[in-house]
T-cell receptor, first 113, second 116 residues
Framework: DTGVSQNPRHKITKRGQNVTFRCDPI?????LYWYRQTLGQGPEFLTY????????KSRLLSDRFSAERPKGSFSTLEIQRTEQGDSAMYLC???????????FGEGSWLTVV | AQTVTQSQPEMSVQEAETVTLSCTYD???????LFWYKQPPSRQMILVIR??????QNATENRFSVNFQKAAKSFSLKISDSQLGDTAMYFC?????????????FGKGTKLSVKP
């Protein structure tokens, strides 16, 4: 059983450009989460899906951020008009049911220059 | 709103010794889960141990054990026989059983260094 997979692992982009990250959860996990982590901080919740439904979004998720999970499988996180403050690691995680262990991917590093 | 506080930004321990990492949390809920995650320098977050709030017995996983004090809202992690591979950031995390149903709230972490 493969773990949570994230691509790309690293992305450097110019301010104002759009970027998209992809997450492939563990097979059959119906919950998928996105977190953001900056250096020296713990991860901060962004949003989560149960199957294809986006059930909760954090206030951190501005209107420049959009996440999708078509067909309840992989998910994408798009950031439009990137700003330097968006520089962070974006973590994807998945779990089977509420309360079950949440498994994390290795993260996607974003650097906005 | 729930919060998680880790008061020790950094700790160090000699190999083979025991170390305890502290965590306190604040919630008005009675049903919830608590976790310790480890994030080595390679950055992937790995679950170390979990505790269901309704269980009075403290969870253990090999060299890792917790001291869960529900009334005090305290959830410390004890690492016995520390190994060099235990060097990592350790995050305490809270998950509400109901309500928002499932997002983890993390503390800021404790950086643990195991010295040879």
């Amino acid at each position: 059983d493969t773990g949570v997979s994230q691509n790309p692992r690293h992305k450097i982009t110019k301010r104002g450009q759009n970027v998209t990250f992809r997450c492939d959860p563990i097979s059959e996990h119906n919950r998928l989460y996105w977190y953001r982590q900056t250096l020296g901080q713990g991860p901060e919740f962004l949003t989560y899906f149960q199957n294809e439904a986006q059930l909760e979004k954090s206030r951190l998720l501005s209107d420049r951020f959009s996440a999708e999970r078509p067909k309840g499988s992989f998910s994408t996180l798009e950031i439009q008009r990137t700003e330097q403050g968006d520089s962070a690691m974006y973590l994807c995680a998945s779990s089977f049911l509420v309360g079950n262990t949440i498994y994390f991917g290795e993260g996607s590093w974003l650097t906005v220059v | 709103a729930q919060t998680v506080t880790q008061s020790q930004p950094e700790m160090s321990v000699q190999e083979a010794e025991t170390v305890t990492l502290s965590c306190t949390y604040d919630t008005s809920e009675s049903n919830y889960y608590l976790f310790w995650y480890k994030q080595p320098p390679s950055r992937q977050m790995i679950l170390v141990i979990r505790q269901e709030a309704y269980k009075q017995q403290n969870a253990t996983e090999n060299r890792f054990s917790v001291n869960f004090q529900k009334a005090a809202k305290s959830f410390s992690l004890k690492i016995s026989d520390s190994q060099l591979g235990d060097t990592a950031m350790y995050f305490c995390a809270f998950m509400n059983y109901g309500g928002s149903q499932g997002n983890l709230i993390f503390g800021k972490g404790t950086k643990l260094s195991v010295k040879p």
